[in-house]
């Protein structure tokens, strides 16, 4: 498994957390490796593809494209565009470009995990006017974890 979803309803939900024990327990499997985990944060308005590129490149040497790694993609709420076009190239097309011609495969070793927070449903008034594929999240392909307050935990047992 190479991708990942980490989501919760709302800010503050231990979706950062989920990822640092993730990463704990990579280094425990790879103790003399080190960069492990690269975070790049999301909070423009838009998705800029070149500035995620432009932080990835620096991953593009040999080393980093053989041994296993986690790429933690934090999506602030401030991002209203291009999150669904950015991650079909990265998660389902496999690779990125940016304006320059360099080029980002994802690799079989590396782990992407994708924190984001749930998107609202649609109301029932604005389904009937969709379309049948539009009733589906993008999010729903991919394997998820959902990280709920403990108050939501009791109240499930």
Known sequence: MCVGIVSSKRA??????????????????HPDETKLLKTIRLIEQEVDEDKVLKSLLPFLKRKHQ???????????????RGIPEFLFKLLVLQYLTDNNGNLW??????????EILEVS?????AVRHMFASHKYNFFDVF????CKSPKEVLEME
Request: proline share 8%; glycine share 4%; hydrophobic share 35%.
């Open 105 to 114: 495969l994802r690799q079989k070793c590396h782990l992407y995990i994708i």
């Open 66 to 80: 053989t041994k296993p790694m986690i790429f933690h993609f934090d999506i602030t709420s401030s991002v209203q």
């Open 121 to 125: 449903p649609v109301p029932k008034k």
């Open 12 to 29: 503050g939900m231990g979706k950062s957390l989920y990822v640092k024990r993730l990463h704990k327990r990579l280094q425990a499997e």
């Open 143 to 146: 394997p998820k974890v959902t």
